[in-house]
């Protein structure tokens, strides 16, 4: 371990434009499940069950995929950031972080304090709704509420127009602006770090993988295999808070007691 610590040190320690690459297992140590997981949502709920097409055509899909999204933003709520997120946190003061692309729906990346503007949430968040026909946005704690008094399904005020919460579900299109954005980023990084992603969900993954074909440096830190490793110049698999606090301690910075 030492060894990776010292090496994953190097890495950062030479790196200008760090591309942070998030996915679930970053927040899995913050107590929120993968819904890939076993015991994850996926096990207890029929994700065929979500699909977009499903949810915009029918009161029964949709009232089925609320009490879903509700339990899940219930998990994430009041989760706090670990030490994987307060490391990246640091990155950016340190004045080296491009950006971060995530796959987590989360908040987290905010809640560790990175500025909005350097987090691009592919596909998307949890934590705000909108109507599907006029645009209005929500707070979603105010729909949590009408859910928690009782409505099954919630319509926008303005207009009676479908509201979902601002996620990418199965069968709905990428946000094209964002993706072009994080293509764009992994084009000029010169350190592609990616934390907690098995990088087998497309198109997110090909994120990464256009870093390393424009010559970004490829640090990976998983719990799991990825199809990536073989290409990357770093692959830690061990806690990202252990692994990341550590290199973090071996470049000078202590580790922050999580928020
Ligand atoms: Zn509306």
């Not at 790196?15 to 996926?42: H, N, Q």
């Not at 987290?108 to 987090?119: T, V, Y």
């Not at 509201?163 to 350190?191: N, W, Y």
Request: glycine share 10%; aromatic share 6%.
């Amino acid at each position: 371990m030492d060894e990776l610590i010292r090496k994953g040190a190097a890495l950062i320690r030479s790196a200008e434009k760090i591309l942070v690459f998030s996915g679930a297992g970053l927040s899995t140590e913050s107590g929120i499940p993968d819904f890939r997981s076993p015991g994850g949502l996926w096990s207890k709920y029929d994700p065929s069950d979500f699909y977009y097409q499903k949810i915009v055509a029918d009161e029964g899909a949709r009232e089925k995929y609320w009490k879903m999204s509700s339990e899940s933003y219930g998990l994430m709520k009041d989760a706090r950031p670990n030490q994987g997120h307060l490391a990246v946190k640091k990155l950016e003061d340190l004045g080296k972080l491009l950006a971060i692309v995530t796959q987590n729906i989360d908040n987290l990346h905010h809640k560790a304090g990175n500025s909005p503007e350097k987090i691009i949430e592919i596909h998307g968040t949890a934590f705000s709704v909108s109507c599907l026909r006029c645009g209005k946005r929500y707070d979603r704690d105010v729909i949590e509420g009408r859910i928690q008094s009782g409505t099954k399904v919630p319509y926008c005020d303005e207009c009676s127009g479908i509201l979902k919460p601002e996620t990418i579900s199965f069968g709905q299109a990428m946000p094209q602006e964002k993706m072009e954005l994080a293509m764009r980023h992994a084009r000029v990084c010169d350190l592609c770090l990616v934390l907690g992603s098995s990088l087998v969900v497309y198109p997110a993954a090909s994120v990464p993988v256009q870093a390393g074909e424009s010559g970004a440096r490829l640090m990976i830190i998983n719990r799991d295999e990825t199809p990536l490793d073989r290409d990357a110049d770093l692959v830690i698999r061990e806690s990202i808070g252990r692994a990341l606090g550590g290199i973090m301690e071996a470049l000078g910075h202590s580790r922050e007691r999580a928020v």
